[in-house]
């Protein structure tokens, strides 16, 4: 499938039972909520989906189920975070395999590469396949930076597609635009900055609390895009305290609860996670309560 990298791809969570298995039922829910909203694209295997704590069988069976599921109608990626060069090829070739439309791929984990070792990476795994890519560029939380005269490098590699933007400094997109064009998309990958990056030229956003809510998130980039920023601003000034349960090192389970109060979700993460308790817990369902009691009513923005 040919992906055009703009839209709302949600980085959706991964579902698990009480013995901890994985819960094919409330997946299924979310992603059908997902679709039905008009997302643009599903990402499978990001750290919202708790890739960490899963098994490579675990995730060709989300992988083939969510294929399944959208039939054809948005691209599924996965999410590549290895921290070999070795170890990802082998594994964006089991996505092919399974299925995958394209692929998220992080820097090398646990090692911080310079940049040349980082360039080499992205290089070596892409011109292994060729399926359509986008770099994760998130230095906050991983130590890596891609930087521009990196993506300079990069620009040689034809399926090297797209970034996430999630380096907090929204002038990066306009630096990428004046200095590449449309040769980059660029995804917003930080739910508390995301109207902005729209604004100042992202072509999508991929998404956090969307998993909560589809809807809302979807109409947010429908309504810039059609011109009418009042609109979107007044749901985006809304969602704000939602979208930063997004920003913390719980944001699994935040989102989870979210998912529950919006009755497409479970709150249950695997372990090491745990879900929330006590005054934490509870500070988080405030906030979630609160908003639910002044949800904006949405216009048909798939009609814009």
């Known amino acids: 499938m040919n992906i055009e990298w703009k839209g709302v791809m949600p980085a959706v969570t991964t ?18 909520a997902q679709l039905e909203a008009g997302v643009h694209g599903i990402i ?19 992988l083939k189920k969510t294929t399944e599921l959208v039939s054809g109608k948005v691209p599924v990626i996965m999410n590549i975070a290895e921290s070999s060069t ?12 399974n299925g995958a439309s394209g692929l998220m791929i992080l820097p090398p984990m646990k090692y911080k590469a310079d940049n040349r070792e980082t360039v080499e990476f992205f290089k070596k795994i892409a011109t292994t396949t060729n399926l359509s890519i986008m770099i994760y560029n998130n230095p906050i939380d991983y130590g890596i930076e891609v930087t521009l005269s990196m993506f300079e490098e990069l620009a040689s590699i034809p399926n ?18 004046s200095k590449f064009g449309d ?4 995804l917003a990958g930080v739910d508390t900055l995301a109207l902005e990056s729209l604004l100042m030229g992202a072509d999508g956003w991929v998404a956090g609390l969307v998993c909560a809510f589809p809807k809302e998130t979807v109409a947010i980039y429908e309504l810039q895009k059609a011109g009418k920023i009042k609109e979107a601003i007044e749901i985006y000034r809304w969602f704000l305290p939602l979208l930063e349960l997004d920003t913390t090192s719980k944001l699994v389970q935040n989102i989870k609860l979210a998912e529950v109060a919006t009755g497409i979700g479970t709150e249950k993460v695997r372990e090491p996670r745990l879900p929330l308790i006590g005054k934490e817990r509870d500070n988080v369902l405030q906030i979630i309560k609160k908003s639910l009691k002044c949800k904006p009513k949405l216009p048909d923005y798939k009609k814009l």
């Open 160 to 177: 090297i597609k797209a970034v996430k933007e999630s380096t907090r400094n929204i002038s990066n997109i306009s630096k990428m635009k």
């Open 44 to 62: 499978l295997g990001g750290s919202l989906g708790e890739s960490s704590t899963l098994e490579d069988y675990e995730k060709n069976i989300l």
């Open 86 to 97: 070795k170890k990802a090829i082998e594994s964006v070739k089991i996505a092919k395999d």
């Open 15 to 32: 579902k698990f039972l009480e013995n901890q298995d994985l819960d094919l039922k409330n997946f299924t829910i979310n992603i059908e």
């Open 183 to 186: 040769r980059f998309k660029i």
